[in-house]
């Protein structure tokens, strides 16, 4: 398994899947032509990753913006993460938002709403 690195575009995140680390980062704007196209290298790599249920994932995510259908990808990825806890798997997941931001606290508290592992809501000041 190799880990997954996507450079930011003009409308595309940095995206970092770390095999060694467990870790899963995506940082920037998210809102590619076509997300499901887009997404789909990082939910083959959750898939592959997870199919050893002992190792532990750490997600960092730290959007300043993302559209509809980022968000209906972004679900996607928060369900996978949630159906891996309850598996018996350690996840933790952090959700980065600026200051005065309410849109992308309220759209990680919608996340966060009923999953099964941590999931915690960063305010980052200054931003």
């Excluded at 467990?22 to 499901?36: D, Q």
């Excluded at 997870?50 to 997600?59: I, S």
């Excluded at 259908?69 to 952090?94: H, I």
């Amino acid at each position: 398994m190799n880990d997954l690195n996507l450079e930011s575009g003009a409308s595309t995140p940095d995206v970092l899947l770390s095999e060694g680390s467990g870790a899963m980062r995506l940082t920037g704007e998210c809102y590619p032509e076509n997300a499901v196209e887009y997404f789909r290298p990082l939910f083959q790599w959750m898939d592959e990753y997870m199919d050893d249920r002992r190792r532990p994932l750490k997600v960092e995510m730290s959007l300043s913006y993302f559209n509809s259908s980022s968000s209906k990808c972004l679900l996607d990825v928060v369900e996978r993460l949630d159906d891996y806890a309850r598996q018996g798997a350690s996840v933790m997941l952090w959700w980065h938002y600026a200051e005065g931001d309410e849109d992308l606290l309220d759209s990680g508290k919608e996340l966060a709403d009923g999953v099964s592992f941590p999931f915690h809501l960063v305010l980052d000041q200054g931003a």
